[in-house]
């Protein structure tokens, strides 16, 4: 067991104890190993992108699959590269995304 030291390895060792209901999580401890998986993946990717600021893919998991591993990848990732999600004029009549189409027509 080696312990997190960083602001990203004790984040993600937090998170990942969370997520795997585990008592400890080194950071040489492998994802996969302790029972992670590709849906588990994806919150860990959501997680990323909320906590730290960079886009990551779930590919990028599947490389980087220790917390030293990742947090070091994360560190490399520029925070520029995630859109920002900006406030847009609201339209007096909002279209209908395709599910609800469906459905109208379908009534």
């Known amino acids: 067991y080696v312990a997190p ?9 937090s998170f990942w ?4 209901q585990l008592d400890r999580v080194g ?11 590709s849906l588990l993946a994806t919150r860990v990717a959501t ?22 591993s990742l947090s070091e990848y994360i560190t490399s990732l520029d925070s520029s590269d995630v859109p920002s999600i900006e406030v847009g004029d609201r339209p007096e009549r909002i279209p209908l995304s395709f599910a609800q189409e469906r459905l109208w027509f379908i009534d």
């Not at 030291?5 to 060792?13: F, P, R």
């Not at 104890?17 to 795997?20: T, V, Y």
């Not at 950071?27 to 998986?37: A, E, N, Q, T």
């Open 17 to 20: 104890q969370d997520l795997l």
């Open 27 to 37: 950071i040489d401890d492998d994802f996969f190993v302790l029972g992670g998986h």
């Open 47 to 68: 997680f990323i992108r909320g906590a730290f600021g960079v886009d990551i893919r779930i590919r990028d998991l599947f490389t980087h699959t220790t917390i030293r």
């Open 5 to 13: 030291v960083s602001d990203i390895e004790n984040g993600l060792a």
